[in-house]
């Protein structure tokens, strides 16, 4: 079964700083998707960013970048010059990969979350 | 577009008491998914829907937990009789039903306290 570990769960950042967050992950797959979700006082999960197994290059979007290690399964998410909305829960997330239509691969795993303050 | 509908938004019920919270997917979306977010934790999948058909229940507490998702669109899950564990957020998400599409879109979630 694949599991997925955030050791974080409490991180602060000084607003326009940058912050990283950890996540590692146990999996017998070589095909999968990796994703950081941010989850506000609102609670409806948000999709930051989402990595490829099989893309060497690591995924950005704006402010948000990952680091992926595939052969250690790391996979950790550095937020730049960071923003008060930026405060939130953030999950680390799993899911299988396969070109062949197979129901039941596209659930997500979840890490237990990091929660990341802000500091004006 | 529209995003993934969920209601109510907050619910308290006395254990051994039932309780059903509603979902309406993304218009197009065949694929629907009940996630359980137990405080201090990530959301767990309870149940997915392709269409009308159950794809994956093997995490829903069958004895008590039970869903539906009529003519492929809105989703139903009943807790009945509910326990104090029960106490959770309940969150709705849909996908495209395509291996090359990756996302799954979130509702807001019903928090669900027991007492």
């Known amino acids: 079964a694949q599991t997925v570990t955030q050791s974080q769960p409490e991180m602060s950042v000084q607003e326009a700083e940058t912050v990283t967050l950890s996540c590692t992950y146990d999996t017998s797959e070589s095909d999968y998707y990796l994703f950081w979700y941010k989850q506000p006082p609102s609670r409806q999960m948000i999709l930051v960013i989402r990595q490829e197994a099989y893309k060497q290059q690591n995924a950005t979007e704006n402010r948000f970048s990952v680091n992926f290690q595939k052969a250690a399964k790391s996979f950790s998410l550095k937020i730049s010059d960071s923003q008060l909305g930026d405060a939130a829960m953030y999950f680390c997330a799993y899911r299988l990969y396969s070109l062949i239509s197979n129901f039941g691969n596209e659930k997500l795993t979840f890490g237990t979350g990091t929660r990341l303050t802000i500091i004006p | 577009e529209a995003g993934v509908a969920q209601s109510p938004r907050y619910k308290i019920i006395e254990k051994r008491q039932s309780v059903a919270f509603w979902c309406n997917p993304i218009s197009g979306h065949a694929t629907l998914y009940w996630y359980q977010q137990i405080l201090g934790q990530g959301p767990k999948l309870l149940i997915q829907f392709q269409n009308n058909g159950v794809v994956d229940d093997s995490q829903l507490p069958k004895d008590r937990f039970s869903a539906e998702r009529l003519k492929g669109v809105d989703s139903t899950l009943k807790i009945q009789p509910a326990k104090l564990e029960d106490s959770a957020v309940y969150l709705c998400?849909?996908?495209?039903?395509?291996?090359?599409?990756?996302?799954?879109?979130f509702g807001q979630g019903t928090r669900l306290t027991v007492v």
């Open positions: 998400a849909s996908s495209l039903r395509s291996t090359m599409n990756t996302e799954a879109f």
